[in-house]
């Protein structure tokens, strides 16, 4: 069973929700019959911050095998880009976190045989994301503190490593999964400086397709919004509407002092990382100006620290969708630092593996990767505390 509650409301009146799903009763009912606080993770969809909803592209592998452990499993929505920016989606994470880590706080599902009101322990709450999703997780490992998330779940997650020419520079081939070249004038609605006005802000766009009929197949997207990702990156120029900074360009002054202005390639082996001397000047630069404010805020890669929660890594090493060089380096940063991590990669998979109809096959056996990283969220989440029920993966 599952239930839909609002964490928040904007000044317009726009409503945020989330799914919450209650483990099987086996999972949650200790020896005597009664309830215990229950361990939660807290999932954030993918979609590059611009489209998807809290009910779409919800990985089974990871639902079913944290439910069956005994967590309740929260799905979130979050404003979308644009008109949104990466600070709204920061203030729609900390809302949520205050939202399910108040004093008492508790779900009662709907009536029926599993009917059960079942409340949350604020320090067993795990958070991780897909894709865009993973860029919320990283915002709540940053600014959610008091309690801080027990581990965190990064699956293939955005903005690991920002001084990369995924981010940044202009492409000379569309992306895989943008089907074509795209051009700005055929997106003006959600194009800066907005001609008509800024789109409406939303918190859930669902996907829709073109069907059997379009000429580049049924899965072309009928949606605008689920090209926006790609559409800024071909055009180097996502960072601008993640911070909002549209004039001057934040991405055109990162690229010029990185030297990332050269046109690539979407493809995995042309994806190039600014060299080191030069990350670390514009770092020093940025000091003090208000463009230093996007890292201190935003980007994880500036901001870790002794106090970040354990972080597991699962990226395929052929993803075109988002290069593993992301996870790489924030496994690395991690490590430096001694938190707790792990890096699961996925020899020669792309974007969005884990959904394929043979995942469970290929990565869902005992002691496979899918075990492996829920296997490491709850040996700081739930599994590993004594007071929870100790529980087989499904």
């Known amino acids: 069973p599952h239930t839909t509650l609002t964490y928040k409301t904007i000044s317009d009146g726009l409503d945020i929700h989330i799914d919450v799903w209650a483990p099987p009763k086996s999972a949650y009912q200790d020896g005597h019959g009664t309830l215990t606080p229950r361990p939660a993770f807290v999932y954030f969809h993918g979609g590059g911050l611009a489209v998807g909803a809290r009910e779409v592209w919800i990985p089974e592998w990871l639902f079913n095998r944290l439910t069956s452990r005994g ?50 322990d604020p320090n067993a709450i795990a958070v991780g994301g897909s894709s865009a ?21 990064e699956i293939y997650g955005l903005c690991g490593q920002i001084f990369s020419s995924y981010y940044l520079s202009p492409k000379i081939q569309p992306f895989k999964f943008s089907f074509k070249s795209l051009n700005l004038d055929d997106f003006k609605d959600f194009v800066y400086p907005f001609p008509m006005g800024p ?19 049924p899965e072309y997207p009928a949606n605008p919004r689920m090209q926006l990702i790609w559409l800024y990156g071909q055009h180097g120029v996502a960072l601008d509407y993640i911070t909002g900074q549209h004039e001057p360009s934040f991405s055109e002054l990162l690229r010029d002092r990185l030297g990332l202005g050269e046109k690539r390639r979407t493809v995995v082996e042309d994806v190039v990382l600014a060299d080191i001397q ?48 992301d996870s790489e380096h924030m496994f690395g940063l991690l490590k430096e630092h001694g938190i707790p991590t792990e890096l699961y990669s996925i020899e020669r998979e792309e974007h969005a593996f884990d959904y394929g109809s043979d995942a469970e ?18 040996r700081y989440t739930g599994r590993g505390r004594d007071k929870y029920t100790t529980l087989s993966s499904c």
């Not at 009536?111 to 009101?117: F, L, Q």
């Not at 918190?203 to 379009?214: K, Q, T, V």
């Not at 096959?361 to 709850?378: I, S």
Request: with cysteine; proline share 9%.
């Open 133 to 153: 999703g993973g860029f919320l997780t990283y915002l709540a490992a940053m600014h959610c503190r008091s309690p801080r998330p027990a581990a965190i779940a």
């Open 278 to 325: 030069k990350q670390r000047e514009v770092v020093e630069e940025l000091a003090g100006k208000p463009e230093e404010r996007h890292l201190k805020m935003l980007f994880a890669q500036f901001n870790v620290d002794k106090s970040w929660p354990p972080a597991v890594f699962l990226h395929g090493t052929g993803d075109t969708g988002l290069p593993i060089q």
């Open 199 to 217: 789109p409406p802000a939303v918190a859930r766009s669902l996907p829709e397709y073109a069907g059997e009929d379009h000429p580049l197949g």
């Open 71 to 120: 967590y309740l499993f929260i799905s979130a929505d979050y404003r979308l880009v644009p008109p949104s920016t990466g600070y709204d989606i920061l203030e729609d994470v900390k809302a949520l976190w205050a939202y399910i880590t108040a004093r008492g706080f508790s779900i009662t599902f709907p009536p029926g045989d599993e009917s059960v009101t079942l409340e949350v």
């Open 361 to 378: 096959e290929k990565w869902g056996q005992v002691g496979g990767e899918f075990d492996k990283v829920v296997e490491f969220v709850d």
